[in-house]
């Protein structure tokens, strides 16, 4: 198995010292930046397979950085996990919202952030196939697993990781109602350490882009019991 690389963007020395000691004592090969800017050419000429994101950076803020991230064809599927301070639900959602995949509170735990690293890059190793093919048709969407690309009436529509992920097995497994911690189970993994509360906020994220075209009724909330993902004719 090739050594699995991952990029530190923290401002903070005595954090990324911590941060580099703690992944290389788990096999990792770590490149550091301590700005966003230098994050953004390591990342592009390094190609890490993961990127520990601090939102407080000098100049452009962590935030900005995953969008740009998230904006590139070279950098768009990488994985993102979000380190901050800040750990109120609005600024979680703001997080999700510019395209990270998870999102870790300080003070944290050093094994936990390994665990997350781990189980986030499994994630992005695996995901779900299809029975039927390389591509899931449901109603107006067509899901192309082989070119990782999703499509509403023929028109793509882009999605991150996690709703690409999301979308995929929602329309793999119809009309059938799941629970916010089936989900964490089936998308992210049953080892993660994550919230119920971050599958919530990815559907929340997911419906506001399908909103526009007149899809977002296909992700019906139940309530007490979880998500279903059923097609609505219109």
Not at 73 to 94: F, H, K, S, Y
Not at 109 to 132: W, Y
Not at 186 to 203: A, K, S, Y
């Amino acid at each position: 198995m090739s050594q699995k690389t991952i990029l530190v963007v923290e401002d903070e020395a005595a954090i990324r010292d911590m941060l580099k000691f703690t992944l290389t004592s788990s096999g990792f090969w770590v490149e550091e930046a301590d700005n966003a800017e230098q994050g953004m050419r390591i990342a592009l000429e390094k190609k890490p397979d993961l990127i520990l994101l601090d939102w407080m950076l000098p100049g452009i803020s962590g935030v900005t950085m995953a969008q740009k991230l998230r904006q590139n064809g070279a950098t768009e599927n990488m994985p993102i996990i979000m380190l901050t301070a800040r750990g109120e639900e609005e600024a979680q959602v703001q997080g999700f919202e510019s395209g990270v995949d998870d999102y870790v509170v300080k003070p944290f735990s050093p094994r936990a952030l390994v665990a997350r690293v781990n189980a986030l890059l499994r994630r992005q190793k695996g995901g779900h196939s299809s029975e039927n093919g390389n591509q899931i048709i449901s109603g107006r969407m067509c899901l192309d697993i082989e070119s990782h690309r999703f499509y509403v009436d023929g028109d793509e529509v882009k999605l991150g990781p996690t709703e690409f992920k999301l979308v995929n097995f929602f329309m793999s497994h119809p009309d059938r109602v799941f629970s916010r911690t089936q989900l964490l189970d089936q998308v992210w993994g049953i080892n993660v350490v994550v919230e119920e509360r971050t599958v919530d906020v990815h559907i929340r994220r997911l419906r506001k882009l399908l909103e526009p075209i007149n899809v977002a009724d296909y992700i019906q909330t139940i309530r007490g019991s979880g998500y279903r993902f059923s097609v609505v004719e219109e």
